[in-house]
């Protein structure tokens, strides 16, 4: 069973960073890509970017490249989202999912999905 | 910019038929996906590659395109189907990822 184990609730001021972390199993990590979704309060999912953990290829939404770095450690089976200046609007459900297709081929989604995280950022 | 375009919401009554769209002038060559995201939860994928049903999802959820739209289709509502709902799909050209605003099924 794929499960997708994600840190927990953070709480940060505006202009500081943070690296959260999603730790897979129950599948062979090297060969899926897996990515970041948002939610801010009360509003739709925002697709952020997936990371192959076999040779650490990324992929980034417009929106959000150079805003976040996405990555993976193949021996720990631990994907992350790093953030490195973080703003009020950035307070948001982050979820971690795993992701079939790199978008550059005919289909790409999400097929399982951590439990989500939240960020808040407040002074 | 790519986007993907949703009713914000849609009602039906318990035993009729749901039908929720999704345009994006790209899918004629592009493939569809759905998500259902009720409460307090994680999203969970109910439909993939316009029509396909991952396993655990039951019968009535259903996928159509037809060119320019997606349509997911949830035959007899149940009161549970009440949810939001979130297709998904990809640019192919620039290699990323995007979703629709989402649409909120009521089940009066």
């Known amino acids: 069973e794929v499960q997708l184990a994600q840190s927990g609730p953070e709480v940060r001021k505006p202009g500081e960073s943070l690296k959260m972390s999603c730790r897979a199993s129950g599948y062979n990590f090297n060969n899926y890509w897996i990515g970041w979704v948002r939610q801010k309060p009360g509003k739709g999912l925002e697709w952020l970017g997936i990371?192959?953990?076999?040779?650490?290829?990324?992929r980034y939404s417009p929106s959000f490249q150079g805003q976040v770095t996405i990555s993976a450690d193949r021996s720990t089976t631990t994907a992350y989202l790093q953030f490195h200046s973080l703003k009020a609007s950035d307070t948001a459900i982050y979820y971690c999912a795993r992701h079939l297709g790199d978008c550059s081929t005919v289909s790409c989604y999400f097929d399982s999905w951590g439990q989500g995280a939240l960020v808040t950022v407040s002074t | 910019s790519y986007e993907l375009t949703q009713p914000p919401s849609v009602s039906v009554s318990p035993g009729q038929t749901a039908r929720i769209t999704c345009s994006a002038p790209s899918f004629p060559k592009e493939f569809g996906n759905w998500y259902q995201q009720k409460p307090g939860q994680a999203p969970v994928l109910i439909i993939y590659q316009d029509t396909k049903r991952p396993s655990g999802v039951p019968e009535r959820f259903s996928g159509s395109n037809s060119g320019t739209t997606v349509t997911l289709m949830i035959r007899g509502v149940q009161a549970e189907d009440e949810a939001d709902y979130f297709c998904?799909?990809?640019?192919?050209?620039?290699?990323?990822?995007?979703f629709g605003g989402g649409t909120k099924l009521t089940v009066l």
């Open positions: 998904q799909s990809g640019d192919r050209s620039r290699r990323f990822g995007v």
């Open positions: 990371v192959y953990p076999s040779d650490s290829d990324t």
